[in-house]
Nanobody, 115 residues
Framework: QAQFVESGGGLVSPGGSLSLSCEAQSSMFKFSTVGWYRQAPGKERELVAD???????HYADFAKGRLSISRDYAGNTTYLQMNSLKPEDTAIYSC?????????WGQGTQVTVSS
């Protein structure tokens, strides 16, 4: 059973923006680092950004300056604000705890950047 529910993806033109949401259905949320990951067709899943339980943020080099991660402890939700999107950002975006195992992935949300 998936323990993360992602939403907010869609089709956007290059340079556009999207805001993704990830609700964690686990009581471990407030104690855990949460990461946004993406997987493009034919490629391995990669970490986009993560945020610690204390709110410290980390970003992959390709995400710096364009993407912003945040979290809402009351709603067990993690957000990914995506600006200045590029065609190479096209992928399925998913979230999960970083450094913990056994938490099932959700279906993710498709982000397509195309003119």
């Amino acid at each position: 059973q998936a323990q993360f529910v992602e939403s907010g993806g869609g089709l956007v033109s290059p340079g556009g923006s999207l805001s993704l949401s990830c609700e964690a259905q686990s009581s471990m949320f407030k104690f855990s680092t949460v990461g946004w990951y993406r997987q493009a067709p034919g490629k391995e899943r990669e970490l986009v950004a993560d945020i610690t339980s204390g709110g410290r943020e980390h970003y992959a080099d390709f995400a710096k300056g364009r993407l912003s991660i945040s979290r809402d402890y009351a709603g067990n939700t993690t957000y990914l604000q995506m600006n200045s999107l590029k065609p190479e950002d096209t992928a399925i975006y998913s979230c999960n705890f970083v450094g913990r195992t056994g938490y099932a992935w959700g279906q993710g949300t498709q982000v397509t950047v195309s003119s």
